[in-house]
């Protein structure tokens, strides 16, 4: 902004000092308007950039380091400014974006809350004790100092799929414990609910063959 100030604060300083001087300012005004048009034509994706650029700042849908979701992309922001915003990814990769596309893309701000909740998908046999499966998933993720005990872990049947019936684990924890919870919950499932000789189920196919 200061830039900008400065350079239409010395444009004004020099047409008047021309014009003080007797120096037909017309012709130079009329070519200013001609160059302004084709500049703006020329400038209007970065124009219209840096208007995005206002419009993040003054609602802050994120802030530097928020790890965020802007349309194909997640990661955590490193640098913006009032051209585009330069974000980092779970795997390393450096994602520059322009203003216009943040401003016209659902943002997601995995940062801007203190719990998230996770959906976790089990499927077991038809053939299982469902009382004891889902108090295998209940202890399990009870364990879990991390979970929070307000609200309170969901463990219910989701649905009657092929070959299983899936049950839902939601628990609530910190958006910082969100993949740990959810890489340990998976590591540890197969051997909890083994130890109650409940194994978890595979595609099955009953073919029947006629002459």
């Known amino acids: ?8 604060a010395w444009i004004i300083i020099i047409i008047t000092v021309l014009f003080q001087f007797g120096i037909d300012m017309a012709p130079m005004i009329a070519g200013l308007g001609i160059t302004g048009n084709v500049l703006g034509l020329a400038l209007k994706d970065s124009i219209a950039n840096f208007f995005a650029g206002f419009m993040i700042i003054l609602n802050e849908p994120f802030r530097k380091n928020d790890y965020v979701e802007l349309g194909a992309y997640a990661g955590t922001i490193k640098a913006m400014d009032l051209m585009c915003v330069r974000m980092r990814t779970p ?3 450096n994602v520059t974006i322009s203003n216009n596309l943040v401003w016209a893309t659902p943002v997601t701000n995995y940062s801007d809350t203190d719990k998230r909740r996770l959906s976790l998908i089990v499927g077991v046999p038809y053939d299982t004790n469902l009382k004891a ?10 364990s879990y100092p991390e979970v929070l005990s307000e609200p309170a ?16 684990i939601r628990p609530w924890v910190k958006p ?3 993949w740990t919870i959810t890489y340990r919950f998976n590591a540890e499932i197969t051997g909890k609910l083994a130890e109650k ?5 595979f595609p099955q196919l009953d073919v029947n063959l006629q002459k």
């Open 197 to 201: 000789d409940i194994y978890l189920p």
């Open 153 to 168: 872990p969901l463990v219910e049947i989701l649905e009657l799929a092929d070959s299983s019936i899936n049950f839902v």
């Open 176 to 178: 910082a414990d969100f």
């Open 133 to 142: 499966a889902k108090k295998v998933f209940v202890n399990l993720i009870n």
């Open 1 to 8: 902004m200061i830039k900008i100030i400065s350079i239409l």
């Open 91 to 93: 795997d390393g990769r």
